[in-house]
């Protein structure tokens, strides 16, 4: 691989006190494609978010930007580093309206000194072009982003994400609170993204979603990196074989026949 | 239009401007926080002027827009820091402290007052950042940080004043350097028609203007509706949310020290007990404003109309001839009511945008 990874972790380890939350993790995003986490609850994929969000910061390991080693102090040098993360709960104020939203930490301005004041024309303007650009058709952008549905609101944030610049996007479980229709929806953006030509993260616990559009995946399991496979190379059967626990799965199932039934009472009351 | 766009939804140009026809000015008038508010003033405004014959006088108008800017002043940046997801409660005896310092630095020191009112300034604003600092550094709600503060300021006021005037007031500066100028900025009162007007109701007009003008057309004003409404979505974008608490906690000390320099200039002394009591009107002001208690949505405007309801019903209970003893019960059931009316507009403005 010639090209330089947009992002890249190398042997990424974090650890809260005698708490072991990730350890040798590594992984690669490159322009154009969708790199996806998978892993159960507890495998570590937060933690993994939050150090490359810039929440957290890493504590062996290699975390490189374009190549450049790096460690992040804060979220706003992350997105000064082109690295945006949209979260699944978090990603937007649901009282202020969406226009507001859009450009929450980011605002344009005109005017100098104590007459600087936003350019509300402009900010309005582009939120509803960028959406439109999206395939996201609002009647109103001063309609609170909360009364939007859980998929525009993770859409809105994408698009935000790829209007800002932003050169890596972190997608904190998209998918995870929506129907399918939704999720498909979501997805779709996601792979409209990636066309963009940014590198995405994909955090997701569904092999499924993953596999649709996933041009890498790592499974986290427990802290440490399971598995990672390239498109080419692995199946959706076997991901999701490994994905819910590959050979421990097989173990349960042996576990489950072979349990003893417990003996029924028998409730003569009850018809049903 | 970009090519790696996923095809937009079908729909005929223009087919988005028919749906907001819906949104009618009557709806938006809906959406704005401050419209419980203003229905409960006009109601309050009906009510004294059927039951008071003298409310409607010029001059009575004058003591209630009198009344009113006393709590409005002070309402303006408690009600932009509650949108600020914050409370203070030792807002209303940060303002006794904030002319006892003005008053005693002068006189002990027998400086131009000025000096008292610059130093005065500084400690106050001093006193804002130890709230916003505290309450952003401890993570502790503001409600016990502030509290801690309430009752250290409250001991301080009185324990300093008798230490040095050996009484609870504070010695007149009446006849101290710089007094007259000092007094037409913080206590002028001119007369307009046959109105008095007291230049604290220019302070409040001022204030709640350039209020509003922040919190709708600068980042700041974002930031403060991002951080009240949700701080970590807030933080995650970039929003510097220490900063914006800080500095929400220095607007109300600002204010203190403009209320506390009112006080001290139109009365020559400070009673050092007094403002204990005060923050819990500047907070119910903003509440029957239509400011969330929650955080994240309220207005400038709105807490003026509060603080205006306040300085109705404190005076046209004085004009009715009715006993002041009321007077709180009024108050209660104002903001019980002001509130229910908010939860009640604000649900259906919502609900069928």
Redesign the interface.
């Known amino acids: 691989m010639t090209q330089v990874s947009l992002v890249e972790l190398e042997n990424v380890s974090k650890f809260y006190g005698n708490i072991r939350a990730l350890e040798g993790v590594s992984l690669a995003v490159h322009a154009g494609e969708i790199t996806c986490v998978l892993g159960d609850n507890g495998a570590g994929k937060s933690t993994l978010i939050k150090i490359i969000a810039g929440l957290h910061q890493h504590d062996s390991g290699s975390f490189l930007i374009d190549g450049e080693e790096t460690r992040l102090a804060s979220p706003r040098e992350a997105l000064d580093r082109g690295i945006a993360t949209v979260y699944q709960d978090l990603a937007v104020v649901p009282l202020m309206p969406v226009w507001r939203n859009f450009f929450l930490g980011s605002e344009p301005t005109l005017g100098k000194g104590p007459f600087k004041r936003l350019d509300v024309q402009k900010m309005r303007e582009t939120t509803r072009s960028e959406l439109l650009r999206m395939g996201i058709d609002l009647r109103d952008v001063d309609q609170p982003i909360g009364t939007l549905s859980g998929g525009e609101r993770q859409c809105v944030a994408i698009a935000r994400a790829v209007h800002f610049g932003a050169k890596a996007l972190v997608l904190d479980e998209p998918t995870a609170a929506l129907g399918v229709k939704q999720s498909g929806v979501v997805l779709k953006y996601v792979a409209a993204a990636r066309d963009a030509g940014l590198g995405v993260v994909l955090i997701t616990h569904n092999p499924h979603h993953a596999f649709l559009v996933g041009d890498r995946f790592v499974l986290l399991k427990r802290g440490v990196m399971a598995a990672s496979h390239t498109k080419e190379s692995v199946t959706l059967d076997e991901l999701t074989r490994q994905m819910a626990g590959g050979s421990e799965l097989d173990d349960l199932r042996h576990e489950l026949e072979r349990a003893p039934t417990p003996p029924i009472p028998k409730n003569p009351g009850r018809a049903d | ?2 090519a ?6 079908t ?1 005929e140009p223009g087919a ?1 401007d028919e ?2 026809l819906h ?1 009618s000015a009557l709806r938006r008038l809906m959406g704005r926080p401050e419209l419980g508010s203003v229905v409960g003033a006009v109601a309050v405004f009906l009510f004294f002027s059927l039951v008071a014959d003298s409310f409607l006088q010029a001059s009575s108008l004058s003591t209630v827009l009198y009344a009113s800017s006393t709590i409005g002043i002070m309402a303006v940046p408690v009600a932009l820091l509650m949108i600020g997801g914050e409370f203070d409660l030792s807002a209303g005896v940060l303002v006794t402290s904030s002319a006892l310092i003005s008053s005693m630095f002068s006189y002990q020191m027998t400086a131009n007052v000025w000096v008292g009112v610059f130093v005065s300034l500084l400690v106050t604003l001093a006193v804002g950042v130890f709230n916003g600092v505290m309450l952003t550094r401890t993570k502790l709600p503001s409600f016990i940080i502030t509290l801690g503060t309430f009752l250290m300021l409250t001991g301080l006021n009185l324990g300093f004043t008798k230490l040095i005037s050996g009484t609870v007031s504070t010695k007149s500066i009446a006849d101290m350097e710089g007094f007259e100028s000092a007094k037409a900025l913080f206590a002028h009162e001119f007369v307009l028609g046959d109105v008095t007007i007291k230049v604290t109701i220019l302070w409040w007009i001022a204030l709640v203007a350039i209020a509003t ?1 922040v919190l709708l ?3 700041f ?3 403060i ?2 951080v009240g ?2 701080a ?9 949310v220490t900063r914006t608490k800080i500095g929400l906690y220095m607007g109300v000390a600002f204010a203190a020290w403009v209320s506390g320099q009112h006080l001290l200039f139109s009365f020559d002394v400070v009673q050092s007990g007094e403002g204990v009591g005060n923050e819990l009107i500047y907070i119910i002001a903003a509440v029957i404003g239509g400011c ?1 208690i929650t955080g ?2 309220g207005s400038a405007i709105g807490s003026a109309v509060g603080a205006f309801i306040f300085g109705m019903t404190s005076k046209g209970i004085v004009y009715a001839e009715w006993d002041p003893d009321w007077f709180k019960f009024f108050l209660g059931a104002m903001l019980l009511l002001a509130t229910l009316l908010n939860a009640w507009v604000r649900k259906r403005a ?1 609900a069928t ?1």
Request: net charge positive.
């Open positions: 239009m970009s790696s766009a996923p095809p937009a939804p729909q988005a749906r907001l949104t003008w057309r600068t980042r004003g974002n930031w509706y991002a409404g949700g970590h979505a807030a933080r995650a974008v970039g929003v510097p969330l994240g949505y919502e945008r």
